[in-house]
């Protein structure tokens, strides 16, 4: 007996087929050629796919063979529509030669989309719909991307998307050696979330123009590495004086942006510290942003035009392997070391690792702590040793930023610097002490 489906699924059924009927007319509404499909052609096909499925919705005999039916038509038009601008006489490769198959697949689409509609949860079928209209309609944009991107940026993401989603699975979820309780797996799924910011910002940086003027630099900076952007920005005020104002405002924004990729990067791994870490992070944030405000609008303003633009502080990419192997070496190291000096002084050697980090990269020993390579320390502890390393990253950036400049250039970001890892010294003081 067939089972009647539900108004609503009928409903969305014409009203998705009905969106991608109407998108694929106004795309092809500026040529004179007639295309199989459109706003009744769709609508139509999804109504025939949903019937069919619906007579058999077990072995789908109906619903194949009318799709068989529809892929024989396609054939035949496919065949003809390559060859309808082909010169007669002329060699093949001096015609027009028509060799795309978008009107096929969207008709095809538009049928599967009447069992997709009735068989799926409904927001598989607007899924779909929708991203199939985004790839239609964003064709130049998405041709002027790929004339834009490196193929060595393609191949490199290849090689991530690899190493994620086949060895990630693969690695063992259980340690392999009793130095540390981090486990094979955490260290990779660390180096990915960690990647993965840094890459966003990466790319952002890089295509994205808007990035290389401006304060935007400087945020962008702050997820990709705060330390690298306040070495950048801290040279080019030296070289350039009328820079001096955004290069101030830019190192102090960095450093707001990185309280808010660590209590990301923690919330991903560890909610329990996430929740101790949220208003420590978020107030030292906050005061940042203030102070970068004050710097930036109550900052002399330069007597003379910039001569060149701020760019971008990006590095390397971050997802090219030998930067990955770097992190994950690290990440095992800093793991090892915080259970030596955990079982040999306690919460307190914690607190000294914390300090050495921060003059190095603080991101291993953050994901450290939020993934459990430490046992038998409280969640204020830990939040303690997070804050203790930032503020030393922060020194550690209060002395590239006064020596890269020449001291003058952006002393007043040396001292925000100073200022703001004094205010995470303070508060990891009173979690230690039981105060907050």
């Known amino acids: 007996m067939i089972t009647a489906p539900s108004p609503a699924s009928v409903a969305l059924l014409l009203g998705l087929s009905f969106f991608l009927g109407l998108a694929f007319e106004e795309f092809f509404a500026h040529t004179d050629e007639r295309r199989p499909g ?67 697949v969207l008709n095809v689409l538009a049928y599967l989309l009447g069992a997709a509609a009735l068989a799926l949860p409904h927001w598989i079928a607007v899924t779909i719909t929708v991203a199939a209209v985004l790839l239609l309609t964003g064709r130049k944009q998405l041709h002027a991307l790929a004339r834009r991107v490196e193929i060595q940026e393609i191949v490199t993401a290849g090689e991530f998307l690899i190493l994620t ?147 971008p502080a990006t590095s390397g990419n971050p997802l090219e392997l030998g930067a990955a192997a770097i992190f994950a070496a690290l990440f095992v190291t800093v793991s090892v070391v915080s259970v030596v000096a955990k079982s040999q002084f306690g919460v307190s050697g914690i607190y000294g690792l914390a300090a050495i980090v921060g003059v190095t990269d603080i991101d291993p020993f953050v994901l450290n702590l939020a993934q459990g390579g430490v046992t038998g320390v409280a969640a204020a502890d830990l939040a303690a040793a997070i804050l203790i390393a930032a503020s030393s990253n922060n020194i550690l950036k209060a002395v590239y930023a006064a020596s890269f400049a020449g001291g003058k250039a952006t002393a007043p970001s040396a001292l925000a610097l100073l200022a703001l890892a004094a205010g995470g010294i303070a508060i990891a003081a009173a979690m230690a002490m039981g105060m907050a």
Not at 165 to 170: F, M, Q, S, T, Y
Not at 216 to 234: D, Q, R
Request: hydrophobic share 55%; proline share 6%; aromatic share 10%.
């Open 165 to 311: 989603g086949i060895v990630l699975p693969l690695l063992p979820n259980y340690p392999v050696t009793t130095l540390t309780a981090i486990t094979p797996r955490q260290v990779w799924l660390a180096l990915v979330v960690v990647c993965s910011f840094s890459y966003a910002s990466y790319l952002a940086q890089r295509y994205w123009a808007a990035a290389a003027h401006g304060l935007w630099m400087a945020a962008l900076g702050g997820m990709y590495s705060s330390t690298a952007t306040t070495v950048v920005l801290a040279r080019q005020a030296k070289a350039d004086p009328a820079l001096k104002r955004q290069a101030q405002a830019g190192i102090t924004l960095a450093t707001a942006i990185m309280y808010l990729r660590i209590l990301a990067v923690v919330a991903i791994f560890n909610t329990d510290l996430a929740r101790v870490l949220i208003v420590p992070l978020c107030a030292l944030s906050l005061a940042g942003f203030a102070i970068c405000a004050m710097q930036y609008w109550l900052g002399a303003a330069p007597s003379s035009p910039a001569q060149s633009p701020m760019h």
């Open 38 to 104: 459109g706003i009744r052609t769709f609508p139509l096909l999804a109504l025939a796919g949903g019937t069919l499925y619906l007579f058999d919705t077990a072995h789908f005999v109906p619903f194949t063979g009318g799709l068989v039916v529809l892929g024989a038509w396609l054939v035949v038009y496919y065949a003809a529509h390559v060859t309808e601008h082909e010169k007669p006489g002329a060699d093949r490769a001096e015609s027009d030669i028509n060799s795309g198959i978008v009107v096929p």
